[in-house]
């Protein structure tokens, strides 16, 4: 098949041009950066960002999100936001379904309350 007014260019159908590709480096940013968003003002400045280890299968992932938060805060809470985060995020920019998300709390970071008004 030739490209009408074209002589000797080939047009390839849409389904023969073949598929874009991911790299799985890729897909970790994405998450790591979506976890950083759903923690927000949780993050404790004093901690390390987000990191995120993903295996990719047939447009599957699977994520492990390792990450640092403060002290008193209900933990439970941030890492369900993570979750959801994480594979909304990588679903919409990299088009790929997210059935498990994995948050491992490396390290809890006490927070520094000021007391107003206290005196010992």
Do not use: F
């Not at 960002?49 to 403060?70: D, F, K, S, W």
């Not at 994480?86 to 927070?111: D, F, I, N, Y």
Request: charged residues 20%; aromatic residues 2%.
């Amino acid at each position: 098949m030739t490209a009408s007014g074209s002589p000797g260019v080939r047009v390839v159908p849409p389904g023969d041009r073949g598929a874009t590709t991911i790299a799985d480096r890729v897909v970790e940013k994405i998450a790591a950066y979506a976890a950083r968003e759903a923690l927000g003002p949780g993050l404790p400045p004093d901690g390390g960002a987000p990191q995120a280890a993903v295996r990719v299968r047939a447009r599957v992932v699977r994520a492990r999100i390792t990450l640092e938060l403060g002290y008193p805060s209900d933990i439970g809470a941030q890492c369900a936001a993570v979750r959801r985060q994480v594979a909304q995020r990588v679903e919409a920019l990299a088009g790929m379904t997210v059935p498990e998300v994995a948050v491992q709390v490396e390290r809890l970071h006490p927070v520094r309350t000021q007391a107003v008004g206290r005196t010992r």
